[in-house]
């Protein structure tokens, strides 16, 4: 009866959304009903991971929600490329990166604390995501410290030839932690984990629903993120603001409640793997793609991002670094995270 | 009879040092007699620790010892920031964190060391001690990173946001550290820790004297730090150096030999906790407090600190927090922190 | 017969190289035997290393191994030093540092990770490694931060009072490696260690070959240098780029595969103490013993090196740090930093 009431509203919803989206509706009506559109397939979402999840495991369940839940990103940024909007774009990505790694994370690890008095998760993934991040932050900050005596064309050739490495370096992480090392990387056996309830979906079934989740996110997020401007724009917010808070929170919002519900389920595993997880994809795969894809275009996009952008990713990587490193979580860690949200948040919105 | 002649030479010296101060006498007479009380009261403060510690457990101890020695440089630091002397307040706050983390967590590592082959302390919380002086560092970063673009009025919004954070986060600390993770937190029982030695008071009586040597340390630490400025005036010493070390070497006298006594009888929790615990308190506790009581006396003082203050404060940080995190010490980790409080020292003495 | 053949090319090419040399042939001609030189030279020390490793444990034999290799480099840089080419000596001593944690380290876990899924070594050794190598960051930031705002006579000052202080904690390091906690800082006994096939030499005779093999390589290592430059300045490679990559990787070639052949042979411990224990000294020795005998030769070298050359050698010890700390190592981590190294190749060409 409750699951019948919750796909009425889904359904329900999520056409509302489309159909005042497409008809250029009012804007402060198009921004209530794909607020309530997003609640409702972000929880479609966390069914949907929490099931192939349950047949595939904890990590594989949280790479590919990480990973479709960016892909809709990536398709955006892709327009956002083409028109030019290089800072946009860059501020988006920013704000995606500490979004996952701060609100996503510590939101997680701080709802899961306040339930379980201690969270695990696999300490050795823990150790690799942590010389992952160093990588993405070496990726940016490198390109930012030489572009200053460098001309245009040595910024690009640098910021193409970094991009490449990132890809490869990417691809050859999928092949270590999902092929060569994915016993290593997998979490422990909670016992009675068999018996758990979760949607009662075949493996197919469940794999299917997880992209139809996804899409339909990506299109409710899509639709949210266009009525932003004007919102913003009648509150006199900053476009950097903008780009790497309010865009990166709605952006994100499926993710957020997907590991949320994750962590209250005590699958700290799966959910430390959607918010690392997706940040890493964001600065390793996402952001080289684009630089590629831009130079593709004939137009192309370097990887200097401002002071203030490496500040923040620098900043995120160190705190969520040493939170996750031991592999163990607890309320009072959620609340460090959330704090240099904070802090960050109420910078880049006075600049 | 050795600890009758003890309280003797305390009650004597303390007496002779104030008496000295408010009758304004030569200032060489009052640094040598000063020096001799802040020994015997640095000693007072030790026993008392160690009694208190016997009863409330060594971290409790060392968290009060930690809190009673910041009120002191809380009370006299809010009188330096009436008289608006904010780079000399700075100064000293860096003095108090750096000297904490490398000189006062050095001595008592290597002098611990020097005695035991290796001593170890509770692993989860020098992994939380290091989160939180991640905290630090990006508290006072962002403000110095954003501010150059900022007005003064938008630098002291994000002061003041800043400050009420960190003392919200510290406030949770003190609720997570001592209350729902007391248990994770606490350093093992070692065998026979029963039957040390330690003064016979009283429970309540040991927290009497923790005050009233508390007290006494804070008084004598202001007659001596009076003296210090006609002595470095005469060697033509900087600010920047008086209040960086002088003043926190000396300030600090107290929390030196209680740590360094408590690491000599092999209670290695209890000293980290007074030279960690006290910087974490200056920085998360008393900076913003000081930040917010300037803004409410109408003469707002910012979190911005110097270039050279940040260097040395993130120096230390990540000196410290590499020695500490795997929860043991041996006597050449107490030599690398003592290295990196020289290298300072030289480099802010040349400034 | 295979080894006769061995020992054959080891002389013949060895020769012929100092023989081009001193007749000043033709630079093509000099490059390519020498490059055949080296790589018959670095085996032979190999071979020496593991027969010395064999005798006095894997650490003794790998740092044994990077001393020899090192007091070549001192010895080049003396000279460097008197002509007063400070860039080039920096520049070089930056390629060593880098070179040795990225290219080394990263080729041995590489190469070691495709046979074995998982290696291990001392994890308390990685931990104080680390710690060092925050030490050598911050001699090497300190001095940079602080000479803005200073004469070169105090920057000079402060370069001496540091290069001291290195010096003391390099000496105190050895003897707390190899005297004080030498048990708690070994490999572990991996079982069936002695029945390994190694050269039969005697305890003596190894040592004597290791002695010449080092010799032999310092002499061909310089002989391939001297060739470089005619080679660099066709190609039109600039002189930073040339110190901090043609000359390291060279001149580091034997530790290269002294390195790789002990990751192949399981003997991990002995492969990080090659790679970072070459890099400590580099930071920790070397360069200040260059930074006290300039200032005796009556022209001092500052430890002032540039913004470029500090951010490599930053990034380049956070990397190792995160991947090694963990006392293990896989295929993916070599992957990781190789393409560090790549990127800051890449950077460092373009400059």
């Keep these: 009866m409750r699951a019948k009431l919750f796909y009425l509203g889904l359904i329900a919803s999520f056409i509302a959304s489309g159909a005042l989206h497409y008809l250029h509706a009012d804007s402060t009506l198009q921004f ?35 990973t479709f839940g960016n892909a809709a990103e990536l398709i955006i940024a892709i327009f956002l490329v083409r028109d030019g909007l290089f800072d946009m774009v860059k501020a988006s990505l920013t704000g995606s990166i500490i979004g996952n790694l701060l609100l996503v994370l510590g939101l997680s690890v701080l709802a899961g604390g306040l339930k379980f008095k201690e969270q695990t ?47 490869i370096a990417y691809l050859l992480w999928l092949l270590f932690s999902m092929v060569t090392h994915k016993t290593e990387l997998a979490d422990q056996v909670v016992a009675g984990h068999a018996e758990e309830e979760h949607p009662a979906w075949s493996a197919k079934l469940s794999v299917f629903l997880l992209l139809l989740a996804t899409v339909m996110t990506a299109l409710v997020s899509e639709w949210l993120v266009g009525t932003v401007h004007e919102f913003s724009a009648q509150f006199g917010l900053s476009e950097l603001f903008i780009g790497a808070f309010l865009i990166a929170i709605i952006g994100n919002a499926a993710e957020h409640s997907a590991a949320v519900f994750l962590a209250l389920k005590n699958k700290m595993g799966a959910a430390v793997e959607i918010a690392v997880g997706s940040s890493l994809q964001i600065a390793l795969f996402v952001a080289p793609v684009l630089v590629i894809a831009s130079w593709m275009m004939g137009n192309p996009m370097d990887l200097v991002f401002t002071f203030y952008e ?39 919105f006075l600049v």
Tied chains: 1, 2, 3.
């Design 32 to 66: 209530v009903v794909s607020c309530a559109a997003i609640i409702f397939v972000a929880g479609f979402l966390g069914k949907a991971t929490e099931s192939v999840a349950h047949y595939a495991g904890e990590r594989l369940g949280g790479f590919l929600n990480a």
């Design 121 to 167: 998760f696999n300490v050795k993934l823990a150790s690799h995501n942590a010389s992952l991040m160093f990588l993405a932050i070496i990726a940016l900050v490198i390109p930012a410290v030489f572009s200053r005596s460098f001309t245009i064309k040595e910024t690009n050739m640098l910021s193409i030839f970094v991009a490449a490495l990132l890809i």
């Design 310 to 348: 490496l500040a923040a990713i620098t900043v995120a990587v160190l705190i969520a670094k040493s939170i996750s490193q031991d592999g163990q979580s607890n309320w009072y860690e959620g609340v460090l995270l959330l704090v240099v949200y904070l802090i960050l948040g109420i910078a880049f």
